[in-house]
């Protein structure tokens, strides 16, 4: 069984080419994408080859962990039957070619397990749950047992910034300030405010949320903390992270890292979203035929205007 698929040949190289899937075992779903999504984080990191390395790690690959679809074929064993729509983060299906993370293609065979079913009415915004799991991870503490304090701080107005803004509202805290340095990013707001840090003077917020991946921006953040105060990375870092003691020292300041999201959360989001709770509305920004997708992966990384890029598979044979 052939499939089309984006493959990173080498960093900078995308090709959208022919590939054979592995066959479906009987606890298997074949997946026909409708949508992927590519993803600013990771995506950009394998296309830079700047992604840290480890295991699996290595190129051609194809990439991706942002596909919904339908269930082309149903093992006996996988839990679905054919028809139904899912959510799919990815597969490792692709022979020789590495999967990393395998979900950028016409046609996936997946174990059932991983696929998650969907409401036909999501559409193209199906793309989104991960982000929006990985949102409510970092806010939620994935099942800590201590509580959480929500964010009265959000760096960066990305998809990732504007998510985790519009669950602590929807959670029925006070509405964060956001920070964003790039004006063309700004907008879009709703029950919260966007700010560029140069206009604001606070140095007591509760608890920062940092988004933005920027390795260089940790001592700024701590100047802004209150005492007792917590800093959350919820972004994904390339280089090293440092801070100067004396400043956090001063403010017994705890920083806390927020891991990949797991199912509970993407249930948990699939819910508030299917309920009419979460909005996703507004954060799909640029669409391009998935035969297009060497043109759209230089536009989601680098265009300021474009918050989510999203592939369209379905004219694909």
């Known amino acids: 069984m052939n499939s089309r698929a984006v493959v990173l040949e080498q960093p900078g190289h995308i090709r959208v080419n022919d590939v054979v899937l592995a066959e479906p075992g009987e606890s ?34 194809v990439p991706g962990y942002e596909s919904v679809g339908r269930v082309l074929h149903a093992g006996p064993k996988s839990g679905f039957v054919g028809g139904e729509s899912v959510y799919v983060p990815g597969a490792r299906c692709f ?64 998809v990732l910034g504007r998510l985790l803004a519009r669950l602590t509202v929807l959670g029925g805290h006070p509405a964060p300030v956001v920070w964003e340095t790039n004006p063309q990013r700004a907008g879009g707001a709703v029950g919260y405010s966007v700010v560029d840090p140069k206009d604001d003077d606070r140095r007591d917020y509760k608890a920062i949320f940092d988004v933005s991946g920027d390795a260089s921006l940790l001592d700024s953040l701590v100047m802004r903390l209150a005492p007792g105060g917590e800093i959350v990375l919820a972004g994904f870092y390339t280089q090293p992270l440092a801070f100067a003691f004396a400043p956090a020292f001063m403010r017994e300041a705890t920083i806390r890292c927020a891991a990949e999201w797991k199912k509970p959360d993407l249930l948990a989001v ?32 680098d265009d300021a205007d474009c918050l989510k890029m999203v592939l369209d598979w379905r004219h694909c044979a």
Request: proline share 7%.
């Open 28 to 61: 298997d779903v074949v997946v026909q994408v409708d949508h992927s999504g590519i993803s600013t984080g990771t995506e950009k990191l394998l296309y830079t080859g700047r992604m840290p390395t480890f295991p699996g790690m290595g190129y051609p690959l």
């Open 95 to 158: 022979g020789e070619i590495r999967g990393l993370f395998g979900g950028s293609a016409s046609r996936l065979v997946v174990a059932g397990e991983k696929a998650v079913p969907i409401s036909d009415a999501l559409g193209e915004q199906g793309t989104l749950l991960a982000l929006a799991a990985t949102a409510y991870h970092s806010v939620s503490g994935g099942g800590r047992r201590d509580p959480i304090v929500p964010p009265d701080l959000i760096v960066g107005h990305g």
């Open 270 to 301: 699939r819910w508030l979203i299917e309920t009419g709770h979460l909005s996703l509305d507004g954060l799909i920004t640029h669409r391009a035929e998935a035969t297009r997708a060497p043109g759209a992966y230089p536009v989601a990384f």
